[in-house]
């Protein structure tokens, strides 16, 4: 558990900076901000229900001192797929309306 825990920190942190620093290119910075405050305000309610169902499930259970843990381990699994799933959406909701034309060449 020691050794994995740094990796799995890891993974999480790399999959934040990922999400943050591929924000599309041309599109409104404003309703880019919006969406990924929203997205982090969506991944931090998704890790308190998390939380709570780890709760609700271990309570009265020989392994009820351990929900934090399940909580914890669970939560580092769905970070980095709520942050796909939204950067998956952010590119279709906060696509550029910029066209590029097709340059010709010169003759």
Same mark, same amino acid.
């Given at each position: ?7 799995? /920190? ?7 900076? %990922? ?11 404003? /309703? ?8 982090? @305000? ?29 909580? /914890?381990?669970?939560?580092?699994? /769905? &970070? ?5 799933? @939204?950067? %998956? &959406? ?8 910029? &066209?590029?034309? @097709? &340059?010709?060449?010169?003759?």
């Amino acid at each position: 558990m020691l050794v994995v825990s740094p990796l799995i /920190a890891l993974v999480v942190a790399i999959s934040v900076w %990922l999400f943050v620093r591929l924000s599309p290119v041309g599109a409104d910075a404003i /309703a880019v901000r919006r969406f990924n405050r929203a997205s982090f @305000a969506l991944c931090i309610v998704g890790c308190l229900a998390i939380f709570g169902w780890a709760y609700a499930s271990l309570a009265g259970t020989p392994d009820s001192a351990w929900w934090p843990v399940i909580g /914890a381990l669970y939560c580092t699994v /769905a &970070v980095p797929l709520l942050f796909v799933i @939204a950067a %998956l &959406v952010r590119s279709r909701v906060c696509r550029s309306e910029v &066209v590029i034309k @097709a &340059v010709r060449p010169q003759r």
